[in-house]
């Protein structure tokens, strides 16, 4: 904080400095231009005096003037009324002209001296005019000058206090900015004090935990470890690193990759050697009109073989990715099958070798061919050349991949430190490839267009031609694939190398590697053979909600145990009125049948008139059984009536039933109604189960949400006594921020009266402007 107002006051001050500056600088402009104004001001009122004495004199001369004129007009007047007098007394006039001469004489001096006076006094009046109106242009540009600068200078203080204007707003923003500022560094401060005692004892806690721990871990390692195998360089080398899968994967994806590109690479290669064969043969002898030379027979021989050679090369590589599994260890010293593919590569450099110098001298035999021009000459030496680079790219490259091969099969062979270096020139070597392959793909193709306009080019020479730039075309992506991707994976490569036991330069041997991917193995089938597939468990969430179910719900152990002892006793009572009602329809029978026996009785005791009735009678039950009969395949529309037991069905009184029929239809409706009230009381019993396990189940939310409350209530007693705390504490950090602020607010009003006089120097300045140029204006 008291960096932040040693900040602002020196802002402040500097501030302060370069207003008053440019105040001295403005007072002093102002105080010349008051002086200036000063001397304008008296020569203006010297001009103005003597302008008013040549008007005087102007005055004076023009009124004499005007009485001269009068006074001629009255002498030529008065000569023009003596003339005719003269005429008529010549005679007496004699006398009287002499004097009227005379007169006359002394008036034409007079006139004659009044002339030239007033000439005189023109020639003094233009004079004079011509001084004043050029004392007038001169004061007046003068004038124009001194107002121009005097809006210069009023533009100057306008800039001025606009400028000031703004460093004040500035001044003023920047203190609210760093009243912010110091509030939040205030806050930022507090927390971090907050933050450090957390820190310290969170750090002493974790110096209590890890020495304890270094010490149980020591007192465990004195008594249980009989020895450390990681001290030994030979002993660790045999350790199994730890298991990185996706480092397997990726090496097994970029040797993918790279069987990919060494595919199209000795696919062109072998494309390139045949299509030279096939040009041997026809160019610059056909065999089939001609013999070639001997030369060319060897070396069309030579070629022939390419297969043998470049073959191998695809068949080592695809070794060298089916030995890379997510399983093993790729480090150079466990890519055993590297050594194998460096074998091939020394296999087809030889036989580059072997090819070279019959390539050269076939390229001669053609340069000495009668059809042979400068260009083509030319071309053929430089793709002499390109061969020769070809090889010796490839042998290059032989040697580093042989290199990186040698730590798989002779640990001394190599040091660890040099693998990054020789990674590099690897690099190098495919790029300097890929720039020899272009140039041989630029100088055959130039040679091809030579060779077209020959004029025994055959169509056979020109397929040929053409074949052989694709292949050439096609090595030269292929070098330039794998170079680029090889660049691109470099430092991979490097950073895998660390890839191997922990705390150790690496493998010692190959011989360590092949026993550390042995026991590798050995433990990865020790670790399958303990691993037992786990039992499947209830998520933790859902074993919860079962919880809450099984706490709330009526599906519970006790209510389920009771709804089952109630539904027994229900079941036994049921029981117990079904065997009643049992026996109340036996008896119900037998009283029946005794009822017909006797009823039978007593018609056969009657009177024969009665054997009519009888016989109707039995008309009646024959009908009332060919209706019962009849029922069975059209049954009446019955009649129901409600009664307070429930509802009776009987049939119309047009049918009167028999007894039977009637005892039958009351039994049948009080069993139906027996099954309905017995139902219904089902119903009842097991709402009221319901109701009961509900009630019990809200009892017991109702217990759990008491236990909430109070658990509620408490946290609630701790948040008001943290919040009392809180308010203590705001009440503290409220009073230290208001001093700290008092201390401001003076600062603020020191730096506001500063302002306010400098505000009034500048209103001064302005007004001392103003008049300036007002006078000025009106000058």
């Known amino acids: 904080m008291s960096e932040i107002l040693a900040s602002a006051s020196g802002a ?53 003037n005007l009485q001269l004129a009068k006074r001629v007009e009255l002498l030529q007047d008065e000569l023009a009324l003596s003339e005719p007098r003269g005429k008529k007394n010549k005679k007496s006039g004699e006398s009287s002209s002499q004097l009227s001469q005379e007169q006359k004489s002394v008036f034409d001096e007079d006139l004659q001296k009044k002339i030239e006076e007033n000439e005189r006094l023109h020639i003094q009046f233009f004079e004079a005019d011509e001084q004043h109106k050029h004392v007038e242009a001169e004061l007046r540009s003068r004038l124009s000058t001194l107002e121009m600068e005097a809006a210069q ?36 401060a507090k927390e971090c004090r907050l933050r450090t005692e957390e820190c310290q004892l969170q750090l002493k806690n974790l110096h209590e935990d890890l020495s304890s721990r270094l010490e149980e871990s020591l007192s465990i390692i004195s008594e249980k470890v009989p020895f450390n195998d990681t001290k030994y360089s030979q002993y660790n080398a045999l350790n199994v690193p730890v298991h990185n899968r ?122 000495e061919a009668s059809l042979c021009t400068s260009a083509l000459r030319a071309r053929n030496l430089e793709l002499s050349q390109d061969m020769k680079k070809m090889t010796a790219v ?28 020789v990674l590099t020139n690897v690099g190098a070597a495919l790029h300097g490839f ?61 950073a895998s190398l660390s890839y191997g036991p922990k705390t150790g330069s690496g493998f010692i041997s190959p011989l360590s590697a092949e026993c550390m991917l042995q026991y590798k193995k050995k433990a990865a089938a020790y670790m399958k053979a303990l691993r037992k597939p ?16 099984l706490l709330s719900s009526t599906e519970s152990r006790e209510g389920l145990a009771q709804q089952v002892q109630q539904s027994l006793e229900k079941i036994s009572k049921l029981e117990q009125e079904k065997e009643h009602w049992m026996l109340e329809a036996q008896l119900a029978k037998i009283k029946l049948e005794k009822e017909n026996q006797r009823i039978a009785d007593k018609l056969k005791s009657t009177s024969s008139g009665q054997v009519v009735g009888v016989a109707q009678e039995k008309a009646a039950v024959a009908t009332a059984t060919g209706q019962e009969e009849a029922s069975t395949k059209a049954v009446p529309e ?52 319901h109701f009961y396990a509900e009630c019990r189940a809200l009892s017991k939310r109702l217990a759990l949400a008491e236990k909430s409350k109070e658990a509620l209530t408490e946290e609630m007693k701790v948040a008001s006594q943290s919040i009392s705390r809180l308010q203590d504490e705001l009440t503290t950090t409220k009073r230290s921020y208001e001093d700290q602020l008092s201390m401001m607010s003076d600062h603020l009003c020191s730096m506001n009266e500063t302002l306010s006089k400098q505000r009034e120097e500048i209103d001064t300045l302005k007004m001392s402007s103003k008049g300036n140029s007002k006078k000025n204006k009106s000058r």
């Open 534 to 549: 786990l039992l499947e468990s209830v998520p933790y969430e859902e074993a919860l909600a079962n919880r809450r179910v």
């Open 153 to 188: 200078h009023q533009a100057v203080v306008d800039g001025l206090t606009r400028k000031y204007m703004e460093t004040i707003e500035k001044l003023q923003n920047d203190k609210a900015k760093l009243e912010v500022k110091s509030q939040t560094l205030e806050k930022e």
């Open 246 to 367: 996706r480092h397997q994967l990726k090496m097994r994806d970029i040797a993918g990759q790279a069987l990919a590109f060494v595919q199209d690479l000795v696919k062109a290669l072998l494309n390139f050697h045949t299509y030279t064969e096939q040009r041997i043969q026809i160019f610059p002898i056909d065999s089939a009109i001609d013999t070639i030379s001997p030369l060319n027979q060897k070396f069309s021989q030579y070629l022939h073989e390419n297969a043998s050679y470049v073959r191998p090369l695809e068949e080592g590589m695809l070794h060298l990715f089916e030995s890379i599994t997510e399983d093993t260890v790729t480090v150079l010293e466990t890519t055993v099958k590297l050594k194998t593919f460096s074998e091939h590569l020394t296999s087809y450099i030889c036989f580059l070798r072997k090819i070279l110098p019959y390539q050269l001298k076939s390229l001669e035999e053609e340069c």
């Open 638 to 689: 019955p009649v129901h009536s409600a009664s307070e037991i429930g509802i009776l069905t009987r049939t119309s009184d047009s049918e009167a039933p028999d007894v039977e029929s009637r005892e039958d239809l009351i039994r049948n409706h009080y069993m139906t109604r027996i099954v309905e009230l017995t139902s219904q009381l089902q119903l009842a019993d097991s709402k009221s189960v």
């Open 434 to 494: 890929h720039d020899v392959m272009k140039d041989i793909s630029k100088h055959y193709s130039q040679k091809a267009t030579i060779e077209l306009e020959l004029p025994t080019t055959t169509q056979k020479l020109i397929t040929t031609n053409d074949c052989i730039l694709s292949s050439v075309v096609a090595l030269t992506n292929g070098a330039g694939k794998i170079a680029s991707f090889f660049s691109n994976n470099v430092d991979y490569f490097i």
């Open 394 to 421: 490839f042998e290059k490259l032989q040697t580093y991949i042989a290199l990186l091969a040698l730590p798989s099969t002779e640990p001394d062979g190599l040091l660890r430190t040099n693998y990054s270096c």
């Open 12 to 64: 402040g001050r500097e501030g302060q400095g370069k207003l008053r500056a440019q105040n001295q600088v403005l007072k002093k402009g102002v105080v010349d231009e008051q002086a200036n104004s000063a001397a304008l001001k008296e020569q203006l009122k010297m001009k103005d005096q003597s302008l008013r004495k040549l008007q005087q004199e102007m005055d004076s001369l023009t009124f004499r």
